[in-house]
């Protein structure tokens, strides 16, 4: 660790620039400005996720919660002690103004791109070779959840490009006022949208920082500076600033919201536990296979135990150690140490908690750590490319190797394609649901209890999910009818050619305006 925040100045090369041999190959300027390449890169991630997720998809559960912050999107959802106002931020130009789902999620897909942009952007400097920081846009462009969540009003798509971003500067040369405000924007950014992801990358950094100064001390105990640029001093302390400073800046509107509507800090945090089930620590097999489980969905893996893991797309996530491993050498190779162990430890600080904390799983959770080990991985595929040149069999590894990628490609743009299509049927149900409420006589304003996705449910039907008082309705699947209705007399009316199945509806008598359809057992 002693060489990791010594090198991040030091190391720092300036990004490749159009320069005379343009002229002389007969390429334009912009050919060698590795800038459009990325931005290439970030424009084809929105292109192909626009194809692949159409935009009128409709909001699911967490993006309603977000969205109907905003009159257009109402009525207003329950928002729970773990949600930040980071997503309803980013949305607000758009949910403030217009109901149009189509609208929002081509702004949040242009939104995703330009994120992908600037976070990948400080990298340029920060590696100094050709075609890297490109490749790894690529790599985490090129995963279905990035892909997926690109046009979603979700945080985290930008905690994960922020977190790159922030890395970035870190290593990049920390010294110059802008670098340093990048760096902190960047940690405020991600607080603001998930403060959790962003304290324990925040620690790696700081930690390293802290470290290189001992070192420094030990090494000049008189006080003189060493000679050549370090990231000590001035420079040590303005990224240490920048990044205390950003965490505060992104924590502010969570803590003043801890106070005003759950009464203290600590208070949020019980009910946030509370809500997400606790965190302790899990060291078991199963968290890992939960988590390889819903790399091919459900969404949300909660809980796991009959979801079965699909080796074919889990293969992409058995090839991250080795590259990362590669990288790391490669990086140290160059007396880099810094470019591979930084965004590594970061990675894993951001991922433990999700992995050995939490009793569930989502394949979002760990996009972090993939943003961040993407640049690593970068390096390691650039070593590996150069090691195949130099054998006797180049051509047929390097064959094998675009092979390898372009069966990822298929993997994972088979996975969006399967996404898309279980989301849209899922949330069409929600549209049958309010239909079949509203035949029976359950109009706003109402009130909705029953089934875990009583939430959305009423939200589409015009409703809200309030069970602290009696419901207006029901809506309940594979449960039969709760001993106080059946008391009452309520009736239950099926919802029919839904893609869940089981669903059905609870009314009391003098709500039943429609004629009674068949009831349910």
Known sequence: MSSVVRNAASESVPAPRPDRSSRRTGRPAWWRDERWWLAGVCALFATVSLVLVHPTLALGWDELVYASRFGPHGPDTPFSAPRTRGVPALIAPVAALTDSVVLLRCYLTVAAALA???????????????????????????????????????PNHYVATGLAGAVGCFLARPARRGTLVALGASF????????????????????????????????????????????????????????????????????????????????RLHAASEIQGGMSLRLSFDTLRAHAAALDGPLLCRPCDGASVEWINVGWWLLVP?????????????????????????????AVPYLFLMGYAAPR?????????????????????????RTRCAAALLCAGAALALLHLGVQIQQVDVQYGIQKAARQDWQRIARVLHAHGVRPPCALDGNKAA????????????????????????????GWAAQAGWRTYPVRHTYSGHWYVAVPVRAALAAPGQAVP
């Open 116 to 154: 992908l942009y600037l976070g990948y952007l400080p990298w340029l400097e920060a590696v100094g070779r050709r075609g890297v920081v490109t490749l790894a846009a690529g790599l985490y462009g090129s995963l279905w959840i990035g892909l997926f969540y690109a046009g979603a009003a979700m």
């Open 455 to 482: 939430i959305p449910i009423a939200h589409t039907a015009g409703c809200r999910a309030e069970p602290a008082r009696t419901p207006d309705a029901l809506v309940l699947r594979r449960v039969p009818l709760p």
């Open 322 to 350: 080795p590259l990362v491993g590669l990288g790391l050498y490669a990086a140290r190779r160059r007396g880099r140490t810094a470019l591979g162990l930084l965004p590594t430890a970061a990675a894993l600080a951001v």
């Open 188 to 267: 405020a950014l991600v607080t603001l949208m998930r403060p959790n992801d962003a304290v324990w990358p925040g620690l790696v950094l700081l930690l390293a920082a802290a470290w290189d100064g001992r070192r420094r001390r030990d090494r000049h105990p008189d006080g003189e500076a060493p000679a050549g640029p370090t990231p000590t001093g001035e420079a040590a302390t303005g990224r240490v600033l920048a990044v205390v400073g950003g965490v505060a800046a992104g924590l502010l509107p969570w803590v003043a919201e801890a106070v005003i509507r759950f009464g203290g800090v600590l208070e």
């Open 365 to 389: 959770f760990l996009l972090p750590a993939y943003a961040l080990l993407a640049p690593v991985a970068a390096l390691g595929i650039r070593q590996a490319a150069q090691w195949a040149r």
